[in-house]
């Protein structure tokens, strides 16, 4: 079991390019939710299976509420665009809410649309590995997205 890669759900990119579900990263509500090494996240589940508290997401949750909760911090968008073929999503750095956070065995985090409601209830969109356990003490928590965007999708 474990985390050993960060994927893009090819549920979302069939959803989004089908029609199914209506995303819409640059208004809608993106939530990281963290999660510990006892999931094997998967990147060909079903639509259903991606969601935050669905399928892997059921379990293994890592949270310190009010810090960060256990479903997830909110992603603030920064911009995505589409050049060279190429298409980025990118995010400001996501932080707990406060500088008093506890976090033991973050492996990973869900990133989630919150702001869906159909067909699939906080569907994810993709899973991020962030190298391997990482904890807090009393301090604050940031996931530092990649330079080249919390999504890369090249076409």
Known sequence: MG??????FSAFIADALNGTALF????DAL??????DTITPSQIVASAS???GAGVWAGGGVSDAPSWPAVGRPIVVASSAFSSNIFTFDSVD????????D????YGTLVYDDTLAAPVVD???CFNYLGGPNTVTNGTFTIVWHPS???ALTL
């Open 3 to 8: 985390w050993t890669v960060s994927k893009i």
């Open 24 to 27: 819409n990263l640059d208004s």
């Open 31 to 36: 939530k990281a939710a963290l999660f510990n």
């Open 50 to 52: 991606t969601a935050y």
């Open 94 to 101: 996501t932080v707990s809410a406060d500088a008093t956070t």
């Open 103 to 106: 976090l033991v065995n973050v």
């Open 123 to 125: 569907q994810g969109i």
């Open 149 to 151: 965007g919390v999504l």
